[in-house]
């Protein structure tokens, strides 16, 4: 069953900016600000990475070196929606990037959710 729906990947060129989306299922009654919701993403031939992750009451957020101050993750409770704001992308941010949700943080980025996104791709070149 499908819980988390994430969008809004695509080609950019390198500095541009993308702001990807996770939005929990009405239909599964899926609500996100019952969870912890971080993002993870995967290139080609490498591991998964755990670039952020936010408290389910959104008073916390942790980034990946890699990432820290371009990412912002942030929440919409009214939309039962997740976002992740991606500013001065690098052609080595290529990857999908997953949305995912759990019971916490585990005190920074992580790889290990409960629930997974089906992913989305994100092209940084020119």
């Known amino acids: 069953q499908t819980l988390l729906v994430d969008s809004g990947g695509g080609l ?3 500095g541009g900016s993308l702001r990807l ?24 031939g490498k591991e998964r990475e755990g670039i952020s992750c936010m408290t389910d009451r959104g008073d916390s957020t942790t980034y990946a070196d890699s990432v820290k101050g371009r990412f912002t993750i942030s929440r919409d ?11 001065n992308l690098k052609p080595e941010d290529t990857a999908v990037y997953y949305c995912a949700a759990d019971w916490g943080c585990d005190y920074g980025v992580k790889t290990d959710y409960k629930y997974w996104g089906q992913g989305t ?5 020119s």
């Open 21 to 44: 989306s996770c939005t929990g299922s009405t239909d599964s009654g899926f609500t996100l600000e019952l969870y912890a919701i971080g993002w993870v993403r995967q290139a080609p």
């Open 12 to 14: 950019v060129q390198p």
């Open 121 to 125: 791709q994100v092209t940084v070149s």
């Open 77 to 87: 409770n009214a939309k039962n929606t997740v976002y992740l704001q991606m500013n």
